[in-house]
T-cell receptor, first 116, second 112 residues
Framework: GAVVSQHPSRVICKSGTSVKIECRSL??????MFWYRQFPKQSLMLMAT?????????EQGVEKDKFLINHASLTLSTLTVTSAHPEDSSFYIC????????????FGPGTRLTVL | GQQLNQSPQSMFIQEGEDVSMNCTSS?????WLWYKQDPGEGPVLLIA?????ELTSNGRLTAQFGITRKDSFLNISASIPSDVGIYFC????????????FGAGTILRVKS
């Protein structure tokens, strides 16, 4: 149980284009999903928290107009990197959490974004 | 803001040895989690701790939620080559909707 998938696993795009990353909870309903960014040899940096049906809460310093998050259902959240630039190249990881007080975060396998 | 100090930063040990790593916090947490991350993959949950003083095992792994609620340790017994990876501790201070605070990670390398 508690499987989270991400798609795509890798994406290469040209500078200026937008990229959408999907995060799905496969065997449970995720009331909350989190999006992280990870640079090489560093820890996970939380970008935003999203609850199903409501606007995402962004961490300080994260541009909400650049990183669009949609959590339209209890099993799907999407992160769209708009007008991507080379500095947006990174490893993006989502996590999903159910609605119980003891539920914890289960992570997806990550998406490697390379912007040329 | 909340910070987690995770140590050691890296370890290079002989296969069969036991491993110990820990995290300390400047503030109290209600939940402690330990994750392992392989290169190019997302973190995988190893152990979740919800009560102060709780000691939980998962195979060769044992983790404890410190009695002060400001620290946690993870032990790995009889290490094997597949234990190689980065281990992260994470703490949560509020309810289930609250975000996790992550440690910087411990890089584990095993000599066979």
């Amino acid at each position: 149980g508690a499987v989270v998938s991400q798609h795509p696993s890798r994406v290469i795009c040209k500078s200026g284009t937008s990229v959408k990353i999907e995060c799905r909870s496969l065997d449970f309903q995720a009331t909350t999903m989190f999006w992280y960014r990870q640079f090489p040899k560093q820890s996970l940096m939380l970008m935003a928290t999203s609850n199903e049906g409501s606007k995402a809460t962004y961490e300080q310093g994260v541009e909400k107009d650049k990183f669009l998050i949609n959590h339209a259902s209890l099993t799907l959240s999407t992160l769209t990197v708009t007008s991507a630039h080379p500095e947006d190249s990174s490893f993006y990881i989502c996590s999903a959490q159910g609605g119980q007080s003891t539920d914890t975060q289960y992570f997806g396998p990550g998406t490697r974004l390379t912007v040329l | 803001g909340q910070q987690l100090n995770q140590s050691p930063q890296s370890m290079f040990i002989q296969e069969g040895e036991d491993v110990s790593m820990n995290c300390t916090s400047s503030s109290i947490f209600n939940t402690w989690l330990w994750y392992k991350q392989d290169p190019g993959e997302g973190p995988v949950l190893l152990i979740a701790l919800y009560k102060a003083g709780e000691l939980t095992s998962n195979g060769r792994l044992t983790a404890q939620f410190g009695i002060t609620r400001k620290d946690s340790f993870l032990n790995i017994s009889a290490s094997i080559p597949s234990d190689v990876g980065i281990y992260f501790c994470a703490g949560r201070s509020g309810g289930y909707g609250n975000k996790l605070v992550f440690g910087a990670g411990t890089i584990l390398r095993v000599k066979s």
